[in-house]
């Protein structure tokens, strides 16, 4: 049936976690697709008073939410801005910062492995978290010791000719765009099932060539969207590139956490024409990709004339941040193939209404899959997406976190005290880690290179949105 299998694969993969402030659970469902192509994260206990959730969905392949999931993490993590105790501009640099790693040839390698059904680095939804990190390990051992975050940009110049894949559209200057459709984008394309009549609906000659000069490659041709949740302290801070969604429920209240970037919103379509790119009427990049943000989908990033935030298609992520009070209940994170059913209300509803029954969260997730499945392929294709979701129980969260933070402080001033008096007679030179002012979360703070100051300008970020 072409996009879809004859029945749907409606096994989940869904695990339960707990650490002394919070209560989560994600799971994962293949649905009428024939691949999952999504990837998520749960990282309770991710730095201090940190955690960290996210949702991939993956387009023209799994390679680029899968590799996301095994090291945008730790990417974030290691970038300056947020050592330094700057979230969201550490959030902003590290996803552009990743999308500009993933075009490393050593990376593209191990895409194409994490592409391989065959590969002893794919992995699936049902690993638990050993083969997780065993993948991992093999992912960097693949790489041969690829830089982190903050060598790879003292490196940029000099590795660029070298290291980084050469554009792969050949097209004229004026036509610079590219295309990476979603698992859906690309399936839809090559089936009917989107009926409409008009003109609009027909393939422009210019994107037909375009998608002919397109060379299969991943990280080009394929990319992810990406929304990752970081509950900082008592901060929600919310970093979202593509159409999956993060939503907060307050007293029953949907509170949008991100806002899904669609080529036809009037700031994405300014950009996109402004790179040489064009949205048709049926809302695609040149015919082809059906959002405006992603990770990866490098063929849509070849005008050389501006910088990454300014390209067709963006790794830039929107930043949201809220301070969490009692009042509130729980988040959820997922893929458009749960939001393009349930708005964000109608998710809250539902998922309250099932939440007192069930003893493990997980099972509120599953329920939420078998209410958005449809009964069969034959319609517009809502319900036969690939389905990920992630709820944080936020019960007695406040009271909980607002404790650990008191003793992770106490502990860490005694040990600042400690340091601070072993270091009365050694020399000038002596720096202890020093707490970050107005920020509950404590960071080491490292000494920014010329190089890094150099590549902070040569990225520019833009405000929060």
């Known amino acids: 049936m072409g ?8 096994e ?36 201090i008073d940190t955690s960290l959730f996210a949702v991939y969905d993956g387009h023209g392949g799994s390679e680029v939410a899968k590799y996301c999931s095994l090291k945008l993490p730790s990417f974030i993590k290691d970038t300056p801005a947020y050592i330094e105790g700057n979230i969201a501009q550490g959030l902003k640099d590290a996803f552009l910062r990743f999308d500009l790693h993933i075009t490393d040839r050593r990376v593209v390698e191990t895409l194409k492995m994490l592409a391989d059904p065959e590969s002893p680095l794919r992995i699936d939804e049902s690993s638990d978290e050993s083969d997780h990190d065993a993948v991992k390990d093999n992912v960097s051992d693949s790489e041969n010791d690829i830089p982190n975050s903050q060598e790879q940009q003292t490196n940029t110049e000099t590795n660029t000719a070298e290291n980084r894949v050469v554009p792969r559209v050949v ?10 459709e979603s698992c859906d984008d690309r399936d839809n394309l090559n089936d009917t099932s989107d009926s409409s009549d008009s ?3 027909e393939p422009d000659p210019e994107d037909k060539e375009f998608m002919a000069n397109m060379i299969e490659e991943p990280g080009s041709d ?15 801070y919310v970093a979202n590139a593509g159409d999956s969604r993060c939503v907060l ?15 036809e919103d009037e700031q994405e379509k300014a950009r996109i024409i402004k790179a040489g790119g064009r949205v048709t009427g049926d809302g695609r990049v040149n015919g082809g990709l059906n959002l405006s943000r992603a990770i990866g989908d490098h063929a849509y990033k070849q005008n050389k004339e501006l910088p990454p935030a300014e390209q067709m298609i963006t790794a830039l992520p929107d930043i949201k941040k809220i301070t969490l009070t009692d009042e509130d209940e729980f988040i959820v994170l997922a893929c458009d193939g749960i939001w393009n059913f349930l708005s964000s209300q109608q998710a809250v509803d539902y998922i309250r209404s099932k939440y007192q029954d069930e003893k493990k969260l997980s099972r509120v997730i599953e ?15 809502t319900g036969c997406d690939n389905m990920t979701a992630i709820i944080i129980n936020l019960k007695d969260f406040i009271k909980k976190r607002q404790r650990e933070i008191k003793m992770n402080t106490v502990q860490y001033d005694r040990r600042f005290s400690r340091r601070t008096a072993q270091s009365v007679n050694s020399s000038a030179d002596a720096n202890p880690e020093v707490p970050t002012s107005n920020n509950s979360c404590k960071r080491s703070i490292s000494p920014q290179s010329d190089s890094e100051e150099q590549d902070n300008k040569k990225i520019k970020s833009g405000d929060d949105r």
């Not at 996009?3 to 749907?8: N, T, V």
């Not at 999952?36 to 730095?47: G, R, T």
């Not at 097209?171 to 990476?180: A, K, L, M």
């Not at 394929?222 to 929600?236: D, F, H, N, R, Y």
């Open 3 to 10: 996009a879809y299998l004859s029945d749907p694969v409606v």
């Open 12 to 47: 989940k993969n869904s695990r339960d976690e707990a650490n002394r402030t919070l209560v989560s659970a994600s799971s994962s469902m293949q649905g009428w697709r024939v691949t999952q192509e999504d990837a998520h994260n749960m990282i309770l206990d991710y730095d």
């Open 171 to 180: 097209t004229p200057p004026e036509v610079i765009e590219s295309s990476n």
């Open 199 to 201: 003109d609009d609906d």
């Open 222 to 236: 394929s990319g992810t969207t990406a929304v990752v949740a970081l509950i900082c302290g008592t901060e929600l």
């Open 249 to 263: 429920s307050r007293k029953g209240q949907a509170i949008d956490m991100s806002t899904d970037h669609k080529p």
């Open 367 to 381: 329920k939420i899959f078998d209410h958005c499945l449809a009964p069969n392929s034959f319609g517009d294709g």
